[in-house]
């Protein structure tokens, strides 16, 4: 068995075969998907399944055009939700907000009204901010992380 990830740029695979000791293939697995929600938030998509932008950063975050330009890196003036006119930087940046939003709602059983206020709720294991502010401060990664450690078991 051949496990592919990638490591910035590069693609490179683990044959588990030939390394030493024994590892558990579901843990492998589970560990390397665990970063994609199961649950999917209705509200997040449109009628053809494409992601509604809109819904996930303004909606359901109510993070404002001045936040999500941050947070893309792009100028305030080009944050627009209309199709065919959205920075490609900012519909990467809300993707990867909408699969934490998703990921959490797994956490909560799909509760969507707890996931919401999880996210605008001050906790103190994240240095007394909310995950909200955490998104909006640039630091989405580091949410992702401490996610990913409860998860999978781990102490943050």
Request: hydrophobic fraction near 40%.
């Amino acid at each position: 068995m051949i496990i592919w990830l990638y490591f910035g740029l590069k693609l490179v695979y683990i044959r588990p075969d030939n390394i030493k000791g024994s590892y558990n293939m579901d843990q492998i697995n589970h560990q390397l998907f665990s970063n994609i929600a199961h649950t999917k938030i209705p509200d997040f998509y449109t009628p053809e399944g494409d992601t509604n932008y809109r819904q996930v950063a303004s909606v359901f975050l109510k993070l404002s055009n001045d936040d999500l330009a941050k947070i893309a890196s792009v100028s305030v003036k080009t944050v627009r939700f209309d199709e065919g006119k959205m920075p490609q930087a900012l519909k990467d940046r809300i993707e990867e907000i909408k699969n934490v939003c998703e990921l959490v709602a797994d956490m909560l059983g799909g509760d969507l009204k707890k996931t919401q206020l999880w996210f605008t709720t001050k906790n103190q294991m994240l240095g007394n901010i909310s995950p909200r502010d955490m998104i909006r401060f640039g630091r989405y990664n580091k949410l992702l992380d401490i996610l990913m450690d409860i998860k999978n078991g781990n102490n943050p």
